[in-house]
Protein backbone atom coordinates (compact mmCIF):
# COMPACT_ATOMS: atom_id res chain seq x y z
CA UNK A 1 0.00 0.00 0.00
CA UNK A 2 2.79 2.50 1.05
CA UNK A 3 4.38 1.80 -2.61
CA UNK A 4 1.66 2.36 -4.17
CA UNK A 5 1.11 5.68 -2.67
CA UNK A 6 4.80 6.22 -3.48
CA UNK A 7 3.94 5.78 -6.88
CA UNK A 8 1.05 7.94 -7.10
CA UNK A 9 2.74 10.49 -5.35
CA UNK A 10 5.77 10.23 -7.45
CA UNK A 11 3.14 10.52 -11.07
CA UNK A 12 1.59 13.60 -9.56
CA UNK A 13 4.98 15.39 -9.20
CA UNK A 14 6.14 14.53 -12.80
CA UNK A 15 2.67 15.73 -14.26
CA UNK A 16 2.86 18.89 -11.98
CA UNK A 17 5.88 19.28 -13.46
CA UNK A 18 5.24 18.83 -17.36
CA UNK A 19 2.33 21.52 -16.75
CA UNK A 20 4.10 23.93 -15.34
CA UNK A 21 6.94 23.49 -18.47
CA UNK A 22 3.51 23.26 -20.76
CA UNK A 23 2.68 26.48 -19.14
CA UNK A 24 5.78 28.19 -19.88
CA UNK A 25 5.86 27.65 -23.73
CA UNK A 26 8.85 25.39 -23.19
CA UNK A 27 8.38 21.98 -24.81
CA UNK A 28 10.62 18.94 -24.23
CA UNK A 29 13.52 17.89 -26.58
CA UNK A 30 15.55 15.02 -26.70
CA UNK A 31 18.64 16.73 -27.93
CA UNK A 32 20.22 20.25 -26.62
CA UNK A 33 19.52 23.01 -28.58
CA UNK A 34 22.19 25.55 -29.01
CA UNK A 35 20.26 28.94 -29.80
CA UNK A 36 23.30 31.14 -29.62
CA UNK A 37 23.58 34.56 -28.36
CA UNK A 38 20.93 37.01 -27.95
CA UNK A 39 20.56 38.93 -30.56
CA UNK A 40 21.48 42.56 -29.88
CA UNK A 41 20.55 46.14 -31.40
CA UNK A 42 21.97 49.37 -31.59
CA UNK A 43 20.28 52.30 -30.58
CA UNK A 44 21.27 54.93 -33.04
CA UNK A 45 21.42 57.40 -30.81
CA UNK A 46 24.27 59.45 -29.25
CA UNK A 47 25.51 61.94 -26.85
CA UNK A 48 24.59 65.50 -28.45
CA UNK A 49 27.96 66.95 -29.47
CA UNK A 50 29.10 69.98 -27.72
CA UNK A 51 28.88 73.18 -30.40
CA UNK A 52 32.54 74.12 -31.71
CA UNK A 53 33.50 77.68 -29.84
CA UNK A 54 34.03 81.02 -31.69
CA UNK A 55 37.57 81.54 -32.65
CA UNK A 56 38.47 78.05 -32.25
CA UNK A 57 39.41 77.50 -36.06
CA UNK A 58 36.81 74.18 -35.84
CA UNK A 59 34.24 73.63 -37.26
CA UNK A 60 30.49 71.14 -36.67
CA UNK A 61 29.53 69.27 -39.73
CA UNK A 62 27.35 66.25 -39.60
CA UNK A 63 28.22 63.10 -41.44
CA UNK A 64 26.29 60.38 -42.38
CA UNK A 65 26.72 57.02 -41.32
CA UNK A 66 24.20 53.81 -41.72
CA UNK A 67 22.11 52.17 -38.50
CA UNK A 68 19.12 50.36 -38.40
CA UNK A 69 18.52 50.27 -41.89
CA UNK A 70 18.52 53.71 -42.85
CA UNK A 71 21.36 56.91 -43.01
CA UNK A 72 21.41 59.05 -39.70
CA UNK A 73 23.72 61.93 -39.01
CA UNK A 74 26.53 61.89 -36.34
CA UNK A 75 28.42 65.21 -35.73
CA UNK A 76 32.17 65.62 -36.15
CA UNK A 77 34.58 68.38 -35.42
CA UNK A 78 37.10 69.03 -38.49
CA UNK A 79 39.21 72.21 -38.81
CA UNK A 80 37.57 75.07 -39.77
CA UNK A 81 38.24 75.66 -43.75
CA UNK A 82 36.41 76.87 -47.01
CA UNK A 83 33.73 74.86 -48.81
CA UNK A 84 35.76 73.52 -51.77
CA UNK A 85 37.65 70.75 -52.54
CA UNK A 86 39.40 70.30 -49.22
CA UNK A 87 36.48 70.08 -47.51
CA UNK A 88 35.00 67.81 -49.79
CA UNK A 89 37.88 65.68 -49.40
CA UNK A 90 38.32 65.59 -45.97
CA UNK A 91 34.31 64.93 -45.55
CA UNK A 92 35.07 61.84 -47.94
CA UNK A 93 37.78 60.83 -45.52
CA UNK A 94 35.77 61.11 -42.55
CA UNK A 95 32.80 58.41 -43.99
CA UNK A 96 36.11 56.67 -44.84
CA UNK A 97 36.74 56.28 -41.15
CA UNK A 98 35.54 53.33 -39.41
CA UNK A 99 33.52 54.53 -36.54
CA UNK A 100 34.37 55.46 -32.93
CA UNK A 101 33.92 53.38 -30.09
CA UNK A 102 30.14 55.34 -28.88
CA UNK A 103 29.44 55.49 -32.68
CA UNK A 104 29.81 51.57 -32.52
CA UNK A 105 27.91 51.25 -29.68
CA UNK A 106 25.03 52.94 -31.19
CA UNK A 107 24.84 50.97 -33.57
CA UNK A 108 26.46 52.58 -36.33
CA UNK A 109 28.54 51.71 -39.60
CA UNK A 110 30.09 53.13 -42.35
CA UNK A 111 29.28 51.48 -46.03
CA UNK A 112 31.97 53.72 -47.72
CA UNK A 113 34.62 51.82 -49.66
CA UNK A 114 37.90 52.57 -48.79
CA UNK A 115 40.59 54.36 -51.47
CA UNK A 116 37.86 56.36 -53.14
CA UNK A 117 38.87 60.02 -54.37
CA UNK A 118 37.00 62.99 -55.01
CA UNK A 119 38.86 65.30 -57.79
CA UNK A 120 38.17 68.52 -59.31
CA UNK A 121 35.30 68.78 -61.66
CA UNK A 122 35.60 68.47 -65.26
CA UNK A 123 36.19 71.99 -66.95
CA UNK A 124 32.60 71.12 -68.90
CA UNK A 125 30.75 70.09 -65.71
CA UNK A 126 28.20 72.35 -63.95
CA UNK A 127 29.39 74.55 -61.11
CA UNK A 128 29.74 72.21 -57.67
CA UNK A 129 29.94 69.06 -59.79
CA UNK A 130 32.35 66.46 -57.52
CA UNK A 131 34.32 63.72 -59.50
CA UNK A 132 34.82 60.72 -57.66
CA UNK A 133 37.22 57.97 -58.88
CA UNK A 134 34.57 55.45 -58.82
CA UNK A 135 30.92 56.03 -60.53
CA UNK A 136 28.71 57.05 -57.82
CA UNK A 137 26.44 53.88 -59.07
CA UNK A 138 29.02 51.14 -58.48
CA UNK A 139 29.41 52.03 -54.67
CA UNK A 140 28.12 50.16 -52.24
CA UNK A 141 24.61 50.29 -51.46
CA UNK A 142 24.28 53.19 -48.99
CA UNK A 143 27.53 54.56 -49.97
CA UNK A 144 25.82 57.29 -51.87
CA UNK A 145 23.67 58.23 -49.72
CA UNK A 146 25.91 58.74 -47.23
CA UNK A 147 27.82 61.32 -49.44
CA UNK A 148 24.84 63.07 -50.83
CA UNK A 149 23.58 64.14 -47.69
CA UNK A 150 27.23 64.66 -46.06
CA UNK A 151 27.72 66.88 -49.08
CA UNK A 152 24.81 68.34 -49.24
CA UNK A 153 24.98 69.34 -45.90
CA UNK A 154 28.19 70.74 -45.47
CA UNK A 155 29.01 72.21 -48.98
CA UNK A 156 25.55 72.71 -50.43
CA UNK A 157 23.78 74.38 -47.54
CA UNK A 158 21.51 72.06 -46.61
CA UNK A 159 20.22 68.39 -47.36
CA UNK A 160 17.35 69.78 -49.23
CA UNK A 161 19.76 71.06 -51.74
CA UNK A 162 21.06 68.69 -54.74
CA UNK A 163 24.14 67.38 -55.08
CA UNK A 164 25.95 66.73 -58.22
CA UNK A 165 28.38 63.25 -58.83
CA UNK A 166 29.93 62.13 -61.38
CA UNK A 167 33.12 59.77 -62.41
CA UNK A 168 36.00 60.00 -63.70
CA UNK A 169 34.93 59.86 -67.43
CA UNK A 170 33.90 63.55 -68.74
CA UNK A 171 32.06 61.48 -71.12
CA UNK A 172 29.41 60.76 -68.74
CA UNK A 173 27.28 63.58 -67.38
CA UNK A 174 27.58 64.03 -63.54
CA UNK A 175 24.01 63.23 -61.59
CA UNK A 176 21.79 65.38 -59.47
CA UNK A 177 20.87 63.50 -56.23
CA UNK A 178 18.88 64.74 -53.02
CA UNK A 179 18.96 63.36 -50.01
CA UNK A 180 15.32 62.44 -49.46
CA UNK A 181 13.49 59.89 -47.62
CA UNK A 182 14.35 57.45 -50.45
CA UNK A 183 18.13 57.38 -50.28
CA UNK A 184 18.15 57.67 -46.44
CA UNK A 185 16.19 54.45 -46.14
CA UNK A 186 16.14 52.38 -49.21
CA UNK A 187 19.88 50.81 -49.71
CA UNK A 188 19.18 50.38 -53.39
CA UNK A 189 17.93 53.58 -54.11
CA UNK A 190 21.60 55.02 -54.31
CA UNK A 191 22.80 53.15 -57.57
CA UNK A 192 19.71 54.10 -59.99
CA UNK A 193 19.08 57.63 -57.99
CA UNK A 194 19.87 61.17 -59.31
CA UNK A 195 19.12 62.14 -62.45
CA UNK A 196 21.52 63.25 -65.90
CA UNK A 197 23.31 67.25 -65.76
CA UNK A 198 24.72 69.05 -68.40
Not at 14 to 28: D, F, M, P, T, Y
Not at 35 to 44: K, Y
Not at 134 to 152: I, R
Request: charged share 15%.
Amino acid sequence: MRRRTRLLAGGSAVLALGAALSGCGIRATAVPVDAGAAPTRGTCVLPAAAPARAGTHRLNVQVYLVCGGRLFPVSRTLPRMGKGLRLAQVLLAELEQPPDAAEEKGGFASEMPGGLMVLPADGSDPASTWRLSEPPDSLPAYAVGQLVCTFAGALSGGTGHPVLLGGLDPKIAPRSYTCDEALRTNPDAGPTAGTPVG
